[in-house]
């Protein structure tokens, strides 16, 4: 790999989106950093004469090779970020991809199958409220009349906002022609975890995404005055949420999962008033779909018990849910092949949703994880060394050359 191919690109990148106060980003689906970001993948696939392409979910690909070609090898990743979220969730699977291309090149490398080069649009969900919605239109798992529903916090509808975009949302829906012509997508990412650091290797191959969702939690209280009613007197729905995200922790540490409320509204919201409604978003995550239902089950009920008890009713709303993805057994053994020889490659699960984790349900479908140093994602403080960012480059290089050279 040319080093220069690598950093350039990430340089070029590395301001788009990226709040000066908190440097973290907002990369959010079909808004101004995203359409930046999107007008740099086509400008890279172009530099590169890929051809270049936008499906009818807005999902962008450069193909190297003929793109109605079959038994294609695919390979990227996506763009956009949570709140204020790091650099390398996403890109580094871009990047790394856009590298790997290079790299080839610069081998003489000729594949005999098509190459690509993919940027799922609006992965990680931030806007609109589900992650993946870009690859779970492809894949049929998100209907047009569901995308369709799908508002952010201004009310503003995704397919508005794809429309502002330039993108036409009527054309959204499954498309399993383009998918058929795919043999294998192999996504990059850098580890969400400390697993690699544990076992002081720089690059790793998933084994399994495990099953987790998204719950929303109503807490209808009553709204009153802060500094004249009395505290035997109130319906508040903010002591109801307090508890239930404690009895979420207590929960999913007993059992071995996780759960997390990460994002909370409140009605009226204001300093000397009682909430009349308090809503919070649970995500939970487990090893197992059995855990994973009873853990929701046991915070479902802990919160109905102490609205109960505080004069609040609780309505529950499940807003996502992926079942546990495992990856393509021959596909993630062929590379460790490729990868091993000699050397052992570590074979991990993650807790973290991916596209190749949708999309494997329609076809094989692997992970290469890069070292994180830290373990921290979704955060400004998200990293990988620039050693082992190379080593992701060359790694996914020898897959693509492994997969994509008959």
Known sequence: MSPASFHEMWRELLPVGRSPRSG????????????????????????????????????????????????????????????????????????????????????????????????????????????????????????????????????VTLARAMEQAGHDPEAIGPDPERLSRVGAFVELHVEQGRSLVDTGHAVGVASAIWPHGRWRFDFHG?????????????????????????AARKKARLAGALATFGKVSVEPNGVNAIPSLVRGWLDSRAADHDTLDRVVAEIRRAA????????????????????????????????????????????????????????????????????NPTGVSHSPAE??????????????AEVLEGLACR
């Open 24 to 155: 973290g980003y907002r990369r959010y689906a079909w808004t101004a950093a995203d359409i930046d970001c999107r007008a740099w993948f086509r400008a890279q696939a172009e530099y590169r004469g890929l051809t270049y392409e936008t499906d009818r979910n807005g999902n962008q690909w450069a193909w190297l090779g003929d793109p109605t070609g079959t038994d294609a090898v695919v390979t990227g990743s996506h763009l956009d970020s949570v709140p204020n979220g790091g650099a390398f969730d996403g890109p580094l699977g871009v990047v790394s991809a856009f590298a790997a291309l290079d790299e080839l090149r610069a081998r003489d490398v000729r594949p005999t199958r098509p190459l690509a080069v993919v940027n799922f649009g609006d992965e990680e969900g931030a806007r609109f409220g589900l992650a993946c919605a870009g690859s779970r239109l492809s894949a049929g798992k998100l209907t047009p009349e569901q995308a369709h529903r799908l508002t952010d916090a201004d009310g």
């Open 383 to 396: 990293s990988a060394d620039e050693d082992d960012c190379t080593a992701g480059v060359t790694a996914l």
């Open 304 to 371: 109905a018990e102490r609205g109960e008890r505080d004069g609040v009713r609780v309505e529950v709303t499940r807003e996502s849910f992926t079942p546990v993805v495992e990856f393509d057994h021959a596909l993630r053994d062929r590379l460790t092949g490729i990868l091993g020889g000699d050397r052992e490659v570590p074979v991990l699960p993650t807790g973290a949703g991916h596209d190749a984790g949708i999309l494997s349900s329609a076809l094989p479908s692997a992970m290469l994880y890069v070292r």
């Open 222 to 246: 009553e709204a009153n005055h802060a500094g004249t009613t009395r505290l035997d007197d109130r319906s508040d729905p903010m002591l109801t949420y307090a508890t239930t995200v404690l």
